[in-house]
């Protein structure tokens, strides 16, 4: 006897409920209608003969099978991928979909030069980007929402596989003529109390910038942080305080028409830039073949 199976289409709908807990949320998340997603998801239901989620007018709560079901409908939709994936390994190298996450502090230093390059090597590639901080990107890898990560490292993962790019640098960056710091000599001992900017709590350039260039003092950071890149450089250009730039912003934009110079630190003061990917995805030597790709674009 032939048992109907839920469509990759209702698994796909209703993990993105469970993620939203919300029908317009995850509707929109869908690109599909309201009305037909719920129609989805109600028969979704009705193939399984189980109650997935409690429905409220403000609220959804996935039930506790549902859960479950959510669980399995992610190892079920990955394994469907592996199928795509062992398809994909007879056709060209770089090609079809390709879902990359990227962080804030790394994206527009980087993409701008490497997409057209990429572009042209490898014409057959469909890349989509989502940019987002490297707890939300890692979380999307996780989930197979995304199929590689391009995120600064060390950072704390399980699961998946990495690879090293290259080190990016730190620089010691203030307005010309501040009298917060010397430059050419200083330590950050004798920094002033709450004078070094940072970003805020969520982006990993934070941890990297605090461990790297070694500030064990926290009294010596501000209490006022920044929530981009751009925002940091606009304070630090108005005398606010002082900052720790990673060398691949120091040629952008970012620094034009600002009175801002930057000096390098101690040679050990860095963060690696790395791709990272799923453990055991089929797709590794096309991630590797990506990897090497990055690497040639920075020589």
């Known amino acids: 006897m032939r048992m109907n199976l839920p469509t990759t289409r209702q698994l796909q709908y209703f993990i993105a409920l469970e993620k939203h807990r919300h029908f317009g949320k995850a509707a929109e998340a869908s690109f599909v209608s309201q009305p037909a997603f719920s129609v989805a998801i109600r028969e979704l239901e009705s193939l399984l003969n189980v109650q997935l989620v409690d429905r ?22 990955r394994d469907m991928e592996g199928i795509v ?127 790297a260039c070694k500030i064990r003092n926290l009294d010596k950071v501000s209490k006022v942080s920044a929530s981009s890149l751009l925002t940091l450089i606009q304070m630090v250009d108005a005398d606010l305080g002082i900052t720790f730039l990673p060398e691949m912003a120091l040629h952008s934009s970012l620094l034009k028409h600002t009175r801002i110079m930057t000096k390098a630190v101690a040679k050990n003061s860095y963060r690696e830039i790395g791709l990272v990917w799923r453990k055991g995805s089929m797709r590794k030597k096309e991630f590797r073949l990506l990897a090497d790709f990055i690497k040639s674009t920075r020589q």
């Open 56 to 77: 409220t007018k403000k609220h959804v709560t996935i039930t506790g099978i549902g859960k479950q079901v959510a669980i399995q409908a992610r190892l079920a939709l």
């Open 85 to 211: 994936d062992i398809a994909r390994e007879s056709q060209q190298p770089l090609s079809g979909r390709l879902s990359l996450g990227v962080i804030p502090t790394i994206a527009p230093f980087i993409l701008p030069d490497l997409l057209p390059r990429l572009r042209k090597t490898y014409p057959e590639l469909e890349l989509y980007l989502h940019e987002d901080q490297t707890e939300r990107v890692y979380e999307m890898l996780m989930e197979g929402e995304l199929d590689i990560i391009l995120i600064a490292l060390p950072y704390d993962m399980r699961g998946v596989e990495s690879l090293t790019l290259f080190r990016d640098n730190f620089y010691l960056a203030c307005k010309r003529g501040s009298e917060l710091v010397d430059p050419d000599n200083y330590s950050i001992e004798t920094l002033p109390q709450e004078s070094v900017l940072l970003l805020e709590d969520g982006h990993c350039l934070r941890d990297h910038a605090l461990s």
